[in-house]
């Protein structure tokens, strides 16, 4: 399966070292990413704005993305899980509205 990762900070690069080192993650796309996940094994980053939820749907399209998850709360109370959603795209976070909380 190929995961995308959306963040930079310190909790996506735990994250991506931990999806990747699982025998059932083919790749882990980090976007934006950092230093520490350019690094890894079965990872890469993505220069792809956290803020275009659209760009970011259509890479997980392009892709064949099989799971997205996302790390900063921004993107989350920006609706990105809706997004993903109406657009049939797996994806693991609150709703929007959820979000807010």
Do not use: C, Y
């Amino acid at each position: 399966m190929k995961i995308l990762l959306i963040g930079s900070g310190g909790r996506e690069h735990a994250l991506a070292w931990k999806l990747a080192r699982s025998p059932k993650v083919q790749k882990v796309f980090v976007a934006p990413g950092n230093g520490g996940t350019a690094n890894q094994k079965n990872a890469g980053i993505e220069n792809l704005p956290i803020t275009d939820l659209e760009e970011l749907a259509a890479f997980a399209k392009r892709e064949q993305i099989g799971l997205t998850v996302v790390g900063p709360e921004a993107p989350l109370a920006a609706g990105i899980v809706d997004v993903f959603r109406n657009q049939g795209l797996r994806i693991f976070g609150p709703t929007q509205l959820a979000a807010q909380l």
